[in-house]
């Protein structure tokens, strides 16, 4: 059996210089742009989702409560509301409020949704 060599001449490697053809170009500045290009998108349909979900609630629509020591949104809710369902309770809170977590802080105004409003 014979042994094919593949090297150049004294062993050295010739070095092969990457070419990219016009449609190669275009093809890898897509895919860098790429990333850009989607959070871009992200940030107008989530910030057009959250000023829509803002504006659709009238400001009639609900009554406020101050939050005191101890309290909670669980707790908030089945006060409120107590033939309800507390987990849809406290979710309404969340996005009529627009809280980041469930986190109260003592002397907090929370707005109540209409509907679990307590009657006068």
């Given at each position: 059996m014979t042994a094919i060599a593949l090297s150049a001449p004294g062993g050295a490697r010739t070095a092969t210089r990457l070419r990219l053809t016009q449609r190669g170009r275009r093809l890898l500045a897509a895919l860098a742009a790429l990333p850009a290009v989607v959070a871009l998108a992200l940030a107008i349909i989530g910030g057009g989702a959250a000023m829509a979900a803002r504006d659709a609630v009238p400001a009639s629509s609900f009554?406020?409560?101050t939050v005191l020591e101890g309290d909670s949104l669980w707790s908030i809710a089945q006060d409120v509301a107590p033939d309800a369902d507390p987990r849809d309770v406290v979710d309404a809170f969340v996005r009529l409020n627009a809280l980041g977590?469930?986190?109260?802080?003592?002397?907090?105004?929370?707005?109540?949704?209409?509907?679990?409003?307590p009657a006068h």
């Open positions: 009554e406020t409560v977590g469930v986190t109260l802080t003592p002397g907090q105004e929370l707005a109540i949704p209409a509907a679990y409003a």
